[in-house]
Nanobody
Framework: QVQLVESGGGLVQAGGSLRLSCAAS????????MGWFRQAPGKEREFVAV????????YYADSVKGRFTISRDNAKNTLHLLMNSLKPDDTAVYYC?????????????????WGQGTQVTVSS
């Protein structure tokens, strides 16, 4: 059973940085893609970034391009999201998700496994 556990959320001032991590277990992830999504209060879940585990190829939402960097640590089966130049609009619960097909999906419906989420709050 694949399990995803996020960590690294917290409170940060606008302009600051945070690095989220997602520890993956219970599967062989070499052919997976893994993504980050977020959901703010009263809003729908939205795509943030995705990485194909095998090649490292990435894709970002326009709203975070140039500020956020998704990466993976193959040895530790861990996904990261480095968030720089944070804005109050980035405040949300951030979720990692995994898909065994390896596609660079932006729709949450394509992902089979989800973590429990970690809160990121950016103060102005």
């Amino acid at each position: 059973q694949v399990q995803l556990v996020e960590s690294g959320g917290g409170l940060v001032q606008a302009g600051g940085s945070l690095r989220l991590s997602c520890a993956a277990s219970g599967g062989t992830f070499s052919m997976y893609s893994m993504g980050w999504f977020r959901q703010a209060p009263g809003k729908e879940r939205e795509f943030v970034a995705v990485i194909r585990w095998s090649t490292g190829r990435t894709y970002y939402a326009d709203s975070v391009k140039g500020r956020f960097t998704i990466s993976r640590d193959n040895a530790k089966n861990t996904l990261h999201l480095l968030m720089n130049s944070l804005k109050p609009d980035d405040t949300a619960v951030y979720y990692c998700a995994a898909d065994s097909s390896g596609g660079l999906w932006t729709s949450g419906r394509r992902y089979e496994y989800w973590g429990q989420g970690t809160q990121v709050t950016v103060s102005s």
